[in-house]
């Protein structure tokens, strides 16, 4: 499964939005947490989900 760059980040933004209070700026915890909130298959498109989401919680 691979998505381009715009699916990875309405996916992000997505998740972020509905569990605000989940996401930090931890990298190894935003991944755990997006494999326990979708049922995403492949680790690279999580990881890259979970990477979208660290460098928003960090701004």
Not at 18 to 47: G, I, Q, Y
Request: net charge negative; no cysteine.
């Amino acid at each position: 499964m691979t998505l381009d760059s715009k699916e990875i980040i309405d996916i992000g933004e997505t998740l972020v939005q509905r569990h605000p209070d989940r996401f930090t700026d931890d990298f190894e915890e935003n991944k755990h947490r997006v494999a326990n909130l979708t049922d995403v298959e492949s680790r690279r498109v999580r990881n890259r989900i979970s990477g979208y989401i660290t460098r928003q919680m960090k701004d």
